[in-house]
């Protein structure tokens, strides 16, 4: 069965450090686009962060310079390091798996992709409060 | 950075009548990178619709997406008393990824 579980959120203050762990079953994170969604209390979903197949980095603005994403191909897991914590990092954190689907047009003979999140952890929370 | 505005921000249906969510992007979206989740209190986002208009696996016939540039929907042509939830379009870009900011179907 494919599953992500995350684990280590917690309650932490402000500008402590907390690592957050998804470790993933029934697939390989490393040959997997793999993805960080938050979601403070009561708001919508706000991407955080991926890493692709290749081991690109991208990050929101909003935690760039603070958080790190990372995996560990032997503990097919994934991490996000969070440092300089803030209220506002406040959330519900998932991590996800990002599917880049390839497909050819027979129209136009043109080659695409699509990109969507099709597996999902049921979260970890992290509290930054003093 | 391209912005995601759905509309409404809370709609109240009925089961049985026909939902119709709107997804409006800030400039062009290809219709490859936009997908719809559904999400309900206490539970993981779960998707529906990729690529504009494709049913993820299991997703019930009653959920059909489309749309094309910057105006995109997601309609639920009969409702049923599970589909009451909150809905999230998305779209990949250059920078990352971005979300709308929901809409809440709510059980009139």
């Known amino acids: 069965e494919v599953q992500l579980v995350e684990t280590g959120g917690g309650l932490i203050q402000p500008g402590g450090s907390l690592r957050l762990s998804c470790a993933a079953s029934?697939?390989?994170?490393?040959?997997?686009?793999m993805s960080w969604v938050r979601q403070a209390p009561g708001k919508g979903l706000e991407w955080v962060s991926v890493?692709?197949?290749?081991?690109?980095?991208y990050y929101a603005d909003s935690v760039k310079g603070r958080f790190t994403i990372s995996r560990d191909n032997s503990k097919n897991t994934l991490y996000l390091q969070m440092n300089s914590l803030r209220a506002e990092d406040t959330a519900v954190y998932y991590c996800?798996?990002?599917?880049?689907?390839?497909?050819?047009?027979?129209?136009?003979?043109?080659?695409?992709?699509?990109?969507?999140?099709?597996?999902w952890g049921k979260g970890t929370t992290v509290t930054v409060s003093s | 950075e391209i912005v995601l505005t759905q509309s409404p921000g809370t709609l109240s249906l009925s089961p049985g009548e026909r939902a119709t969510l709107s997804c409006r992007a800030s400039?062009?979206?290809?219709?490859?990178?936009l997908a719809w989740y559904q999400q309900k209190p206490g539970q993981a986002p779960r998707l529906l619709i990729y690529?504009?208009?494709s049913r993820a696996t299991g997703i019930p016939d009653r959920f059909s997406g489309s749309g094309s540039g910057t105006d995109f929907t997601l309609t639920i042509s009969r409702l049923e008393p599970e589909d009451f939830a909150v809905y999230y379009c998305?779209?990949?870009?250059?920078?990352?990824?971005?979300f709308g900011q929901g809409t809440k179907l709510e059980i009139k």
């Open positions: 998305q779209q990949y870009g250059s920078s990352g990824y971005t």
């Open positions: 996800a798996r990002v599917v880049r689907q390839g497909y050819g047009d027979r129209f136009t003979l043109s080659y695409y992709y699509y990109y969507y999140m099709d597996v």
């Open positions: 400039q062009s979206v290809s219709s490859s990178y």
């Open positions: 690529g504009a208009s």
């Open positions: 029934g697939f390989t994170v490393s040959s997997n686009y």
């Open positions: 890493i692709y197949s290749g081991g690109s980095t």
